[in-house]
């Protein structure tokens, strides 16, 4: 992340009257994920799906919006939220052109958790990977399956079809198959080029809905950090304490830095001559987070009283300027029925 080591703090504003106040040498945001409207969004239509025996779905969204730490809020939730075991498989597609059928297929059993990968011939270890599965999914107690597949924008014509071959299969043994394909918009394509060569297997499988995951929401972005105020743990490792002992005491919490925050994305995006909304990207506001309050420690000033040109250098810190068009969310018609926004 640009902009917040403590090799870095020449970036940010000078100390007052000289003082060096020493950065953390932990990670003051060591959640793994908080809750956003978009995770809650994401967790009901994969949980609909799932309840109406859906095959499989795409979900579309922008890069560095977290949509792969949404796949692990959604994995962790799943089969409390939707009332029965289910076994969850992760895979994430590697970018690699040099890959082979077989390397895909290795990759998918070493994230199914099998080492028993070294074999010539494919149906082996296709076969090894489904008795893999079966009997962890015996072990659940569940018929249910879900296969979560990151990067599936990466995907080739020929590893849909080991998906699909796996997909039946799975049925032939009276295990019911769920595909979530994640990707970036070009995902989008592969549906259409489906469509034009009447490859309807494939959509009836993998894409019989298609989800949109975006950024938050300015209007949300209080309700977001407020995810950061968890003292579930205890007040010693909530983050507002640690940053501002005292400002804590009297009361003040990261959520609290919202309201600035939203102000300083509208100012960037008018100097930018943008207008339209524009979605703050989960990775770059952990990283806007962590430069606010690393500004914070190092120029000890009192959390209250953070002035918006602060703000906004920490905003730029993160290099947010750059991409600012990409997460503006133009307003277009509304999407055709059988998506979601």
Not at 79 to 105: C, H, K, M, N, Q
Not at 166 to 188: A, K, S, T
Not at 203 to 222: D, Q
Not at 310 to 338: M, W
């Amino acid at each position: 992340m640009s902009g917040l080591s403590s090799g870095d703090s020449q970036s940010f504003t000078p100390k007052p009257n000289g003082v060096v106040h020493t950065l953390p040498t932990y990670d003051l945001l060591d959640q793994s994920s908080v809750w956003t409207p978009e995770i809650e969004s994401l967790v009901h239509v994969v949980i609909t799906q799932i309840r109406l025996d859906t095959p499989g779905m795409l979900v579309i969204g922008r890069q560095r919006i977290g949509k792969s730490k949404a796949l692990g809020f959604v994995q962790e939730v799943l089969s409390e939220e939707i009332g029965y075991p289910i076994l969850v498989l992760s895979w994430t597609i590697a970018d690699d052109d040099r890959r082979t059928g077989r390397a895909f297929l290795q990759d998918r059993m070493r994230q199914s958790g099998t080492d028993a990968i070294s074999h010539r011939d494919l149906a082996v270890l296709r076969s090894r990977l489904i008795s893999h599965i079966r009997a962890d999914a015996a072990r659940l107690g569940t018929k249910r399956v879900a296969f979560f597949v990151d990067e599936a924008q990466i995907l080739i014509d020929q590893e849909y079809a080991q998906m699909l071959f796996l997909f039946n299969e799975m049925e032939r043994y009276d295990l019911r198959p769920f595909f979530l394909l994640v990707g970036q918009p070009e995902l989008l394509g592969v549906k259409g080029r489906w469509l034009a060569s009447g490859n309807y297997q494939n959509i009836g499988r993998f894409a019989t809905r298609t989800h949109e995951y975006s950024g938050i929401r300015l209007e949300e972005l209080e309700k977001v950090l407020s995810g950061f105020d968890d003292d579930s743990d205890g007040i010693e490792q909530c983050v507002a304490y640690k940053v501002a002992p005292k400002a804590f005491a009297e009361g003040w919490r990261i959520s609290a830095l919202g309201p600035l925050m939203v102000t300083a994305v509208q100012s960037v995006a008018l100097a930018h001559n943008i207008t339209d909304e524009v979605r703050m990207p989960m990775q770059y506001l952990r990283s806007w987070l962590l430069a606010i309050l690393y500004h914070v420690i190092q120029t000890g000033i009192d959390p209250r009283i953070l002035e918006l040109h602060a703000v906004i250098d920490c905003l730029k810190s993160t290099n947010f300027g750059a991409v600012l068009q990409y997460h503006v969310e133009i307003r277009t018609e509304k999407p055709k029925e059988g998506t979601a926004k």
